[in-house]
């Protein structure tokens, strides 16, 4: 008989488990956000106690609760039990503490009071291809909720700050602006992208335009970071009104939102608006070509089923088609933060 030589893979069901069982690591992290646990550690260690006082969390699940975080990840413990003292690990000091201005856990508070809800009825969404969210009780569509409600409108905002801003901070430092004076980000919301822009390249001057019930956000956003010299937040309706004119033009999870014709008529207005040798710049969590890697980008395109009447994700490949027939001439894909690249199509 010939010697084995090789080790036979052992088949496990835990990575089905793990993708399966997933809501609970997901939904004990929302909690942990909505309860601000992060931000009341950021001051100084606590004890479980300290954070029962601070949050009103029961005791019968305060331990299991506090120490499912320090297993996932999330949170440092020292000491044992009524003893011990919690800390914010270096990556939920820096990105889920309220207090800073890196804090991204607006788009985990959105997913814990809005999405967590509405994913509930992925299945209907796949079967019947409309939406899942507001819609279904109110015949209100997403954005006509969002925007009647300004606790709400601000919790977007600040969602589609908090998740963006990684990919923000490092296309404001890694593309080249040294040709271009200007730039115009289409839907703007809160100022985030203008303002890391501006912060990196002080020769640069931008605009933040979005829909008027925005700019207030905008404004003072802009303002805290003492930047109104050289970023405005001007009121635009981008399906009724022209682009204005910028050496480069942004659009950051702004495509993914609407329907193929939506998207190319974006496409178009965004290469009016630009000179000859401009850059239409579109961040995105865009699926690789092959559809095989990127499973954040594949799940953000359903989450546009549950969200939206048309929208989708794409590959870069798509995008390079839709682009070359409106006329751009080079294609570029550059990474930036996790799962989000931006598309350059300069004109």
Same mark, same amino acid.
């Given at each position: 008989?010939?010697?084995? %030589? ?40 606590? %004890?479980?106690?300290?954070?029962? @006082? ?92 969002? +925007? ?21 901070? %490092? ?8 040709? +271009? ?52 937040? @001007? ?85 390079? @088609? ?26």
């Amino acid at each position: 008989m010939k010697e084995q %030589t090789t080790i036979e893979k052992q088949i496990t069901p835990a990575g089905i488990m793990q993708v399966g069982m997933g809501f609970w690591a997901s939904k004990t992290l929302l909690a942990a956000v909505n309860l601000e646990i992060f931000t009341h550690l950021s001051l100084c260690p606590l %004890t479980a106690e300290e954070i029962q @006082v601070r949050t009103g969390i029961q005791k019968r699940g305060l331990l299991d609760f506090l120490d499912a975080l320090v297993a996932l990840g999330f949170l440092n413990r020292q000491g044992f039990n009524d003893e011990a003292f919690y800390s914010n690990t270096e990556e939920t000091e820096l990105f889920l503490d309220k207090r800073k201005p890196t804090y991204m856990g607006g788009m985990l508070e959105m997913a814990n009071n809005r999405l967590y809800k509405f994913w509930g009825a992925l299945e209907e969404g796949l079967k019947t291809g409309l939406p899942q969210n507001e819609i279904k009780d109110t015949g209100v569509s997403l954005f006509e909720s969002i +925007y009647q409600d300004h606790r709400k409108l601000k919790e977007f905002s600040m969602a589609m700050q908090g998740v963006q801003m990684g990919s923000f901070i %490092t296309l404001s430092k890694q593309f080249d602006f040294s040709g +271009y004076a200007t730039l115009c980000d289409i839907g703007g919301s809160s100022g985030a992208l203008s303002i890391q822009v501006a912060s990196e390249n002080p020769h640069m001057r931008c605009i933040s335009a979005d829909l008027p019930e925005l700019l207030p956000i905008a404004q003072e956003n802009i303002s805290d970071f003492g930047l109104k010299d050289r970023i405005e937040a @001007v009121n635009i309706n981008f399906f009724q009104d022209d682009l204005p004119k910028a050496d480069v033009i942004t659009m950051g999870n702004i495509l993914h939102d609407w329907n193929l014709e939506d998207k190319k008529m974006l496409i178009k207005k965004a290469y009016e608006a630009l000179p000859e040798g401009g850059a239409f710049i579109v961040i995105e969590n865009v699926i690789d070509d092959d559809r095989r890697e990127n499973a954040f980008g594949l799940m953000m395109s359903l989450n546009m089923l549950i969200e939206t009447e048309g929208g989708f994700d794409f590959t870069r490949q798509e995008f390079a @088609v839709w682009a070359e027939e409106i006329g751009f001439a080079k294609i570029e894909t550059m990474p930036l933060a996790g799962p989000t690249s931006a598309i350059i199509a300069i004109k």
